[in-house]
Structures are given as structure tokens and as C-alpha cells.
């Protein structure tokens, strides 16, 4: 369910992350090649990406329709570059909304998060803390409530990385039927999961794309893609990857 990349590294434009590549993620978003749980993703799509010399939130892009019908996101995509972005297809969880809010990612402050799997939304709300002044939810539906989870343990003082972790091992404890593909940024590094999901990376290092792409599934059939196993943690900056367990 759902398909998501990330990008850190040489600025690129975002046709050339989303659009430009063989099996990219607006062919992911029809004809996708490895999910393992459901056949379309066109339940809407967004992308996020920074601009570190104007500020350090990042700018947002979200629409609740397939990304193959935005002829104006297809204009756009062309003329903004970025060294950091991350893009998601939605396939949405049965009985979840359909709306703009559920799309990720989901941002807090200089965060960004996308998930691709389930959960049980039970398991979710026992997880977050509903004091005043915790980060709420963008919308109802599973994955929206996950991020902000983790936008909570971050504002507590946890790193990206720990609470991404956390969140994923104690809601995947709690169903054990979940599927916790958690990826995220700040716009200096790329953290992610697998739960459940398939998710490969790709270091590039020659070239005018250097950096390190985190994906769902390969964009491309070109040597040096890594698949992960499951109930993995990846966290990459732009020197190096490091994978860990989960468990």
C-alpha cells in the first residue's frame, strides 16, 4: 500500500526524482512493480522538499487525486530543485479518508514523514498523548496518526531516528498484522523502515547525482540498488548509510 522515495544529495529538479526515471513513482503510482499489498496507488500523492537558503521548513505539494491527472504539478515539478525530497503515491487503508490531510507526507516543523503499510487506528490512538500543546494529527486515518506519534517523541527530545524506531517497534508489537514502512527527513538526513513492506537504496557517488536514494522499489533497473530485509532501520546522511535492526 503506497509507494515513497527519498532524495539527499546534488540538488535535482523533482521531474527528475518523480517523473524522469524508467519505473519512477508516477509509473509506480499505475503499474507498480514490487508492492505486496495492493495493484494502484490513485488515492492522491505529495511531495516535500527543502530549501535550506530561503528557510528551514519545507515546502509541500498535496493533492487527494491520482499524481497523473496534475498537469500543473507535471509543469511545476520541472522548474523546482532540491537536494532534499521526498515523494509518496497513496493507496489508501480500507475505511481511511480520501482527502488532501490523509496524503503524506506529513510535516512538523523542519520533519517530514510518509508511511507505506497499515495499522490498526486503535493501536495508534493509545499511543498518542492528547495533552495541550502536542503535535495533533493532520487527519483521522492511520498514517496521519503514526506521524504524528513521532512528531510527539520528537518534541519530547528524541532524535528523528529513535523516535522513528520506537513508534514502529511498539505499534508493530501492538498489531501484529501492521505494516510500518516509515520514511522521513529533516532535510539533512533520510531515515526509514522495514515492516512488512518492501524498500531498496542506492548510493551515488559519480556523476551529477550524488547521494543516496531511499525507495519503496528501485526507480530503475541500473546496478547498485540494495534491497532491504524486513524489520530493518536505515538512517543515511550524505557520507554514509547505516543499517540496523528493528529488534
Not at 522538499?49 to 509541500?60: G, H, M
Not at 522521513?184 to 524498500?199: F, M, N, Y
Request: charge should be negative.
Amino acid at each position: 500500500m503506497c509507494r515513497h522515495l527519498a532524495w539527499l544529495g546534488t540538488p535535482r529538479t523533482l521531474t527528475a526524482l518523480l517523473h524522469d526515471p524508467p519505473h519512477s513513482l508516477l509509473r509506480q503510482a499505475w503499474m507498480p512493480r514490487r508492492m505486496l499489498h495492493g495493484r494502484i496507488n490513485a488515492d492522491g500523492f505529495g511531495v516535500g522538499w527543502y530549501v535550506p537558503a530561503l528557510r528551514t521548513e519545507p515546502a509541500r505539494y498535496r493533492r487527494a487525486v491520482p499524481i497523473w491527472t496534475d498537469a500543473s504539478f507535471a509543469s511545476l515539478a520541472g522548474a523546482v530543485q532540491s537536494g532534499c525530497v521526498l515523494g509518496a503515491v497513496r493507496n489508501a487503508t480500507v475505511g481511511m479518508p480520501i482527502e488532501e490531510t490523509a496524503t503524506a507526507p506529513y510535516a512538523h516543523g523542519r520533519y517530514l514523514l510518509s508511511h507505506n503499510g497499515r495499522v490498526d487506528v486503535d493501536v495508534v490512538m493509545r499511543m498518542l498523548d492528547w495533552h495541550r500543546g502536542a503535535p495533533v494529527p493532520d487527519s483521522r486515518c492511520d498514517s496521519a496518526l503514526l506521524a504524528a506519534v513521532v512528531w510527539q517523541r520528537v518534541s519530547a527530545g528524541a532524535s528523528l531516528a529513535d523516535a522513528v524506531a520506537d513508534v514502529v517497534v511498539a505499534a508493530g508489537r501492538a498489531d501484529g498484522a501492521a505494516r510500518l514502512n516509515l520514511l522521513a527527513t529533516d532535510g539533512s538526513q533520510i531515515v526509514a523502515t522495514t515492516w512488512g513492506e518492501t524498500l531498496s537504496y542506492r548510493v551515488s557517488t559519480d556523476g551529477d547525482a550524488i547521494g543516496v536514494h531511499v525507495a519503496s522499489e528501485p526507480s530503475d533497473d541500473s546496478d547498485g540498488w540494495i534491497d532491504l530485509d524486513d524489520q530493518k532501520l536505515l538512517t543515511a546522511d550524505t557520507r554514509d548509510v547505516t543499517i540496523s535492526n528493528l529488534i
